[in-house]
Structure formats: C-alpha cells, structure tokens
C-alpha cells in the first residue's frame, strides 16, 4: 500500500517561504495527477494545487495564485510545494494525495503556521 509522508511546515512570519516536500512509498504515484491539500481549524480540506503525471498541467486555487508553486520529481516519487508570500490565511495543516479526490491513504500532514 502506498504511504505519503508530508515534511517541510513551520511557523513562518507573513511574507515568508516554505518548501514542502511529499515522498511516497510506491512509485505508482508517478501516474497520477497530484495535489497538495490543506486543512485549516474548523474547515474543510481544500486542494491548493495540483499537477499531472508529466508536470504540464497545473492547477492553483484562487487563493494561492501566484505565490505558490507545485512541482515533482517522478525519479524521486516526490511531490513538492514552494509557498511564498505566505499570509496568516495559509496557515493549515497541508495534505499531498491524488486531486482532484484522494484516494490514497492519507498521511500525517505537515503543519504550516503564518504568524508575527
């Protein structure tokens, strides 16, 4: 069974960058179109981004446009996020699966915290 292991979240002041980071046990997921999920407190878990197999197609949430980026390295079985610009709003536990619905189990999440 493939596992997901998210890595990368910390407690950033408003205007900075993180970088997180999604590694999967299996390299199935190589096949799939990926995304990155968050969970804030008391809301829903929305997808943020996602990517295809090859890396050609790219989606972003409104929310997110233009300051964040999504990537991978089907080499590595991993799947990358790069956040810049990050506000208060962003901050949420943050989720890597296969967008635009999960299907994979989901991991442990990484926690991304935007504050002065």
């Known amino acids: 069974q493939v596992q997901l292991v998210e890595s990368g979240g910390d407690l950033v002041q408003p205007g900075g960058s993180l970088r997180l980071s999604c590694g999967a046990s299996?390299?199935?997921?190589?096949?799939?179109?990926m995304g990155w999920y968050r969970q804030a407190p008391g809301k829903q878990r929305e997808l943020v981004a996602s990517?295809?197999?090859?890396?050609?197609?790219?989606y972003y949430a409104d929310s997110v446009k233009g300051r964040f980026t999504i990537s991978r390295d089907n080499a590595k079985n991993t799947v990358y996020l790069q956040m810049n610009s990050l506000k208060p709003e962003d901050t949420a536990v943050y989720y890597c699966?296969?967008?635009?619905?999960?299907?994979?189990?989901w991991g442990q999440g990484t926690q991304v915290t935007v504050h002065s």
């Open positions: 699966n296969v967008a635009p619905i999960g299907t994979l189990p």
């Open positions: 299996g390299s199935v997921v190589r096949f799939y179109v």
């Open positions: 990517i295809s197999s090859g890396g050609a197609n790219l």
